[in-house]
Protein backbone atom coordinates (compact mmCIF):
# COMPACT_ATOMS: atom_id res chain seq x y z
CA UNK A 1 0.00 0.00 0.00
CA UNK A 2 1.46 3.57 -1.02
CA UNK A 3 1.78 6.14 1.76
CA UNK A 4 2.44 9.65 1.25
CA UNK A 5 2.68 12.93 3.66
CA UNK A 6 1.35 16.22 2.82
CA UNK A 7 2.82 18.99 4.90
CA UNK A 8 0.45 22.54 4.52
CA UNK A 9 1.22 26.19 5.23
CA UNK A 10 2.66 29.25 3.73
CA UNK A 11 5.33 29.24 6.90
CA UNK A 12 7.02 26.14 5.53
CA UNK A 13 6.87 27.01 1.98
CA UNK A 14 8.46 30.04 2.61
CA UNK A 15 11.22 28.15 4.63
CA UNK A 16 10.34 30.87 7.40
CA UNK A 17 9.71 27.31 9.40
CA UNK A 18 11.36 23.89 8.25
CA UNK A 19 8.98 20.79 8.11
CA UNK A 20 10.35 18.39 10.44
CA UNK A 21 6.49 16.59 10.79
CA UNK A 22 6.96 14.88 7.74
CA UNK A 23 10.77 13.42 8.21
CA UNK A 24 9.41 12.63 12.09
CA UNK A 25 6.55 10.57 10.73
CA UNK A 26 8.28 9.00 7.96
CA UNK A 27 10.43 7.97 10.72
CA UNK A 28 7.99 6.54 12.61
CA UNK A 29 6.34 4.86 9.97
CA UNK A 30 9.11 3.17 8.74
CA UNK A 31 9.27 1.41 12.35
CA UNK A 32 6.80 -0.76 11.28
CA UNK A 33 8.57 -1.78 8.61
CA UNK A 34 6.86 0.56 5.62
CA UNK A 35 8.34 2.79 3.78
CA UNK A 36 6.98 6.00 2.81
CA UNK A 37 6.40 6.78 -1.07
CA UNK A 38 6.65 10.57 -1.29
CA UNK A 39 6.37 13.84 0.71
CA UNK A 40 4.38 16.81 -0.88
CA UNK A 41 4.29 20.78 0.51
CA UNK A 42 1.92 23.10 -0.17
CA UNK A 43 0.79 26.48 0.93
CA UNK A 44 -2.66 27.91 2.51
CA UNK A 45 -3.96 28.02 -0.86
CA UNK A 46 -7.37 26.43 -1.31
CA UNK A 47 -7.35 25.62 -4.62
CA UNK A 48 -3.88 24.58 -4.62
CA UNK A 49 -4.64 21.97 -1.52
CA UNK A 50 -8.17 21.07 -2.92
CA UNK A 51 -6.03 19.92 -6.44
CA UNK A 52 -3.67 18.19 -4.22
CA UNK A 53 -6.33 16.28 -2.23
CA UNK A 54 -7.41 15.07 -5.35
CA UNK A 55 -4.15 13.82 -6.54
CA UNK A 56 -3.50 11.97 -3.54
CA UNK A 57 -6.39 10.17 -3.12
CA UNK A 58 -6.26 8.63 -6.85
CA UNK A 59 -2.65 7.65 -5.71
CA UNK A 60 -2.45 6.79 -2.31
CA UNK A 61 -4.10 4.22 -0.07
CA UNK A 62 -2.99 6.09 3.59
CA UNK A 63 -2.17 9.71 3.26
CA UNK A 64 -1.13 11.49 6.10
CA UNK A 65 -1.99 15.47 6.33
CA UNK A 66 0.01 17.64 8.99
CA UNK A 67 -1.33 21.83 9.54
CA UNK A 68 -4.06 23.54 8.53
CA UNK A 69 -6.79 22.62 11.71
CA UNK A 70 -5.99 26.17 13.44
CA UNK A 71 -8.49 28.79 14.03
CA UNK A 72 -7.55 31.31 11.65
CA UNK A 73 -8.67 32.05 7.91
CA UNK A 74 -5.80 30.31 6.43
CA UNK A 75 -6.24 26.88 8.33
CA UNK A 76 -8.35 24.98 5.43
CA UNK A 77 -7.65 21.58 6.20
CA UNK A 78 -11.40 20.90 7.13
CA UNK A 79 -13.21 22.92 4.57
CA UNK A 80 -11.08 21.57 1.84
CA UNK A 81 -11.30 17.81 3.08
CA UNK A 82 -15.37 18.73 2.97
CA UNK A 83 -15.65 20.18 -0.36
CA UNK A 84 -13.70 18.01 -2.28
CA UNK A 85 -15.36 14.74 -0.32
CA UNK A 86 -18.89 16.61 -1.00
CA UNK A 87 -20.00 16.89 2.24
CA UNK A 88 -20.91 19.29 4.93
CA UNK A 89 -18.75 20.45 8.04
CA UNK A 90 -20.75 19.49 10.84
CA UNK A 91 -20.24 20.27 14.90
CA UNK A 92 -18.79 17.94 17.07
CA UNK A 93 -20.46 18.66 20.69
CA UNK A 94 -18.06 16.55 22.49
CA UNK A 95 -15.27 18.29 20.88
CA UNK A 96 -16.17 21.88 21.44
CA UNK A 97 -16.75 20.75 24.92
CA UNK A 98 -13.00 19.20 25.18
CA UNK A 99 -11.87 22.62 23.62
CA UNK A 100 -13.56 24.85 25.64
CA UNK A 101 -12.67 22.91 29.39
CA UNK A 102 -8.82 23.40 28.07
CA UNK A 103 -9.94 26.96 28.46
CA UNK A 104 -11.18 26.90 31.49
CA UNK A 105 -8.81 24.75 32.99
CA UNK A 106 -6.28 27.61 32.18
CA UNK A 107 -8.58 30.24 33.44
CA UNK A 108 -9.96 31.64 30.19
CA UNK A 109 -13.10 31.60 27.97
CA UNK A 110 -12.40 29.61 25.12
CA UNK A 111 -12.38 32.41 21.82
CA UNK A 112 -15.33 32.12 19.87
CA UNK A 113 -13.40 31.40 16.41
CA UNK A 114 -12.03 28.45 18.51
CA UNK A 115 -15.40 26.90 17.81
CA UNK A 116 -14.02 25.85 13.86
CA UNK A 117 -12.19 23.88 15.39
CA UNK A 118 -14.56 21.30 16.51
CA UNK A 119 -16.30 21.54 12.82
CA UNK A 120 -15.41 18.33 10.81
CA UNK A 121 -16.41 16.54 7.51
CA UNK A 122 -19.59 14.63 7.74
CA UNK A 123 -18.72 10.97 8.41
CA UNK A 124 -15.11 11.87 9.77
CA UNK A 125 -13.70 10.11 12.44
CA UNK A 126 -12.20 12.32 14.78
CA UNK A 127 -8.63 11.94 16.82
CA UNK A 128 -8.68 13.67 20.05
CA UNK A 129 -6.07 15.80 20.58
CA UNK A 130 -5.47 15.61 24.48
CA UNK A 131 -2.39 18.55 24.92
CA UNK A 132 -4.13 21.18 22.19
CA UNK A 133 -7.45 22.55 20.80
CA UNK A 134 -6.58 21.17 17.10
CA UNK A 135 -8.76 18.07 17.34
CA UNK A 136 -7.55 15.45 13.58
CA UNK A 137 -9.59 13.24 12.37
CA UNK A 138 -9.25 10.49 10.13
CA UNK A 139 -11.72 10.48 6.25
CA UNK A 140 -11.97 8.76 3.18
CA UNK A 141 -11.77 10.25 0.11
CA UNK A 142 -12.18 8.39 -2.97
CA UNK A 143 -9.66 5.49 -2.77
CA UNK A 144 -7.73 7.01 0.32
CA UNK A 145 -7.50 7.09 3.83
CA UNK A 146 -7.00 10.68 5.13
CA UNK A 147 -5.37 11.36 8.30
CA UNK A 148 -5.31 15.02 9.45
CA UNK A 149 -3.11 16.26 12.27
CA UNK A 150 -2.59 19.14 13.70
CA UNK A 151 1.32 20.78 12.48
CA UNK A 152 1.91 21.82 15.80
CA UNK A 153 4.93 19.04 16.20
CA UNK A 154 4.46 18.10 19.97
CA UNK A 155 0.75 17.49 19.53
CA UNK A 156 1.43 15.76 15.83
CA UNK A 157 3.47 13.20 17.55
CA UNK A 158 1.55 11.91 20.46
CA UNK A 159 -1.44 11.84 17.67
CA UNK A 160 0.87 9.45 15.87
CA UNK A 161 2.07 7.36 18.43
CA UNK A 162 -1.52 7.00 19.90
CA UNK A 163 -4.35 6.95 17.08
CA UNK A 164 -2.87 7.17 13.88
CA UNK A 165 -0.04 4.43 13.80
CA UNK A 166 -2.81 1.89 14.95
CA UNK A 167 -5.36 2.76 12.30
CA UNK A 168 -3.03 2.50 9.80
CA UNK A 169 -2.20 -0.91 11.33
CA UNK A 170 -5.12 -1.59 11.16
CA UNK A 171 -5.79 -0.37 7.48
CA UNK A 172 -3.51 -2.59 5.93
CA UNK A 173 -4.68 -5.95 7.40
CA UNK A 174 -2.44 -7.91 5.01
CA UNK A 175 -0.82 -11.31 5.79
CA UNK A 176 2.72 -9.89 6.38
CA UNK A 177 4.65 -9.21 9.14
CA UNK A 178 6.98 -6.08 9.30
CA UNK A 179 10.40 -5.21 11.02
CA UNK A 180 13.24 -2.45 10.37
CA UNK A 181 16.03 -2.91 11.88
CA UNK A 182 18.86 -0.68 12.50
CA UNK A 183 22.59 -0.77 12.22
CA UNK A 184 25.15 2.62 13.97
CA UNK A 185 28.39 1.89 11.78
CA UNK A 186 30.70 4.95 12.60
CA UNK A 187 34.55 5.17 9.74
CA UNK A 188 32.46 4.65 6.39
CA UNK A 189 30.86 6.90 4.45
CA UNK A 190 28.01 5.89 2.58
CA UNK A 191 29.88 5.08 -0.95
CA UNK A 192 32.57 3.02 0.94
CA UNK A 193 29.08 0.92 2.89
CA UNK A 194 27.68 0.56 -0.09
CA UNK A 195 31.06 -1.19 -1.81
CA UNK A 196 31.59 -3.44 1.67
CA UNK A 197 28.13 -4.38 1.27
CA UNK A 198 27.91 -5.33 -2.16
CA UNK A 199 26.49 -8.85 -2.87
CA UNK A 200 23.82 -8.33 -0.08
CA UNK A 201 20.57 -7.79 -2.43
CA UNK A 202 22.05 -10.90 -4.20
CA UNK A 203 22.02 -13.00 -0.91
CA UNK A 204 18.89 -11.46 0.67
CA UNK A 205 16.37 -10.21 -2.27
CA UNK A 206 13.17 -10.00 0.37
CA UNK A 207 15.15 -7.16 2.45
CA UNK A 208 15.16 -3.55 1.31
CA UNK A 209 18.54 -1.94 1.98
CA UNK A 210 18.90 1.77 2.90
CA UNK A 211 21.34 4.18 4.25
CA UNK A 212 20.84 7.11 6.60
CA UNK A 213 23.94 9.41 7.24
CA UNK A 214 24.29 11.47 10.23
CA UNK A 215 27.64 12.88 10.71
CA UNK A 216 30.31 11.24 12.16
CA UNK A 217 27.80 7.90 11.71
CA UNK A 218 25.95 6.20 8.59
CA UNK A 219 22.89 4.17 9.88
CA UNK A 220 22.11 0.80 7.75
CA UNK A 221 18.69 0.23 7.69
CA UNK A 222 17.41 -3.42 6.84
CA UNK A 223 13.30 -3.17 5.76
CA UNK A 224 11.39 -6.81 5.61
CA UNK A 225 8.12 -8.12 5.06
CA UNK A 226 7.16 -11.87 5.69
CA UNK A 227 3.79 -13.48 6.21
CA UNK A 228 5.84 -15.67 8.92
CA UNK A 229 7.01 -14.05 11.37
CA UNK A 230 9.37 -16.71 12.53
CA UNK A 231 11.15 -16.86 9.27
CA UNK A 232 11.68 -12.80 9.44
CA UNK A 233 13.31 -13.54 12.37
CA UNK A 234 15.46 -15.95 11.32
CA UNK A 235 16.30 -14.03 7.84
CA UNK A 236 17.12 -11.14 10.08
CA UNK A 237 19.30 -12.85 12.06
CA UNK A 238 21.37 -14.21 8.96
CA UNK A 239 21.01 -11.03 7.17
CA UNK A 240 22.72 -8.98 10.49
CA UNK A 241 25.25 -11.66 10.95
CA UNK A 242 26.52 -11.16 7.10
CA UNK A 243 26.83 -7.29 7.71
CA UNK A 244 28.84 -8.09 11.07
CA UNK A 245 31.23 -10.36 9.22
CA UNK A 246 31.22 -7.80 6.43
CA UNK A 247 31.83 -4.64 8.64
CA UNK A 248 33.17 -6.01 11.68
CA UNK A 249 34.66 -2.89 14.08
CA UNK A 250 32.59 -0.42 11.93
CA UNK A 251 29.67 -1.60 13.77
CA UNK A 252 29.17 0.46 17.03
CA UNK A 253 25.73 -0.52 17.57
CA UNK A 254 22.87 -3.44 16.34
CA UNK A 255 20.01 -1.49 17.38
CA UNK A 256 20.47 1.76 15.79
CA UNK A 257 22.02 3.13 18.93
CA UNK A 258 23.94 6.93 18.01
CA UNK A 259 28.09 7.05 19.19
CA UNK A 260 27.23 9.24 22.08
CA UNK A 261 25.00 7.16 23.29
CA UNK A 262 26.85 3.64 22.84
CA UNK A 263 30.43 5.97 24.67
CA UNK A 264 28.12 6.64 27.51
CA UNK A 265 26.91 3.25 28.07
CA UNK A 266 30.24 1.92 28.04
CA UNK A 267 31.34 5.08 30.96
CA UNK A 268 28.49 3.63 33.02
CA UNK A 269 29.50 0.13 32.84
CA UNK A 270 32.63 0.38 33.78
CA UNK A 271 31.54 3.39 36.64
CA UNK A 272 34.20 6.14 34.61
CA UNK A 273 31.10 8.80 34.48
Same mark, same amino acid.
Given at each position: ???????????? #????? %????????????????????????????????? &??? =???? /????? !????????????????? !?????????????? &? +?????? @?? *??????????? /??? @???????????? /???????? *????????????????????? $??????????????????????? =??? +??????? +?? #???????????????? #?? *???????? @????? @? =??? +?????????????????????????????????? %??????? /? $????
Amino acid at each position: MIIEILATGNEL #LSGAL %VDTNSAYISEKIGEIGIMTARHTLVGDDEDVLG &ATF =KELS /NRAGI !VIVTGGLGPTRDDLSRE !VAARISGVDLELDQ &A +SLARIE @QF *FSARGRKAPKN /NQI @QARFPAGAEILE /NPIGTAPG *FALKINRSTFFFMPGVPAEMR $KMLKEQVIPRITKIIRDPYYYEC =KTI +STYGLGE +SA #LEEKLDGFLDRFPDID #LG *FRASFPEV @QVKLY @Q =KNS +SQKELIKEQQEAVSWIKEKLGVKIISLNGASLAA %VVAELLI /N $KKET
